[in-house]
């Protein structure tokens, strides 16, 4: 069964940077590693960043400038490192990836962020 786990959360000050991390494990299979969505307290999910097998990236205004998206040599690892963290970006953070072949999407359980002011 395919997992997606996140790792890399945590609290920090306003300001501050984390890195985070999705795996995947369960499948000896490439997945395509989507990127990253947040949903905060009341709010909907929303996007974060992007990121294609070939590389390009899509950014939320929001975040632009500040988050970097990446993938490295490592099969069905994602990143997201954050950097001039604001309050505004307390959520909780999902990692999304799909199958290529047959398309299904998988979530994980989320890591929890949070930007003190």
């Known amino acids: 069964q395919v997992q997606l786990v996140e790792s890399g959360g945590g609290l920090v000050q306003a300001g501050g940077s984390l890195r985070l991390s999705c795996a995947a494990s369960?499948?000896?299979?490439?997945?395509?590693?989507r990127g990253w969505y947040r949903q905060a307290p009341g709010k909907q999910r929303e996007l974060v960043a992007t990121?294609?097998?070939?590389?390009?990236?899509n950014y939320a205004d929001s975040v632009k400038g500040r988050f970097t998206i990446s993938k490295d040599n490592a099969p069905n690892t994602v990143y997201l490192q954050m950097n001039s963290l604001k309050s505004e970006d307390t959520a909780v953070y999902y990692c999304?990836?799909?199958?290529?072949?047959?398309?299904?999407?998988?979530w994980g359980q989320g890591t929890q962020v949070i930007v003190s002011s």
């Open positions: 990121i294609t097998s070939g590389g390009n990236t």
């Open positions: 369960g499948t000896i299979f490439r997945l395509n590693m």
């Open positions: 999304n990836a799909a199958n290529p072949v047959n398309g299904r999407d998988y």
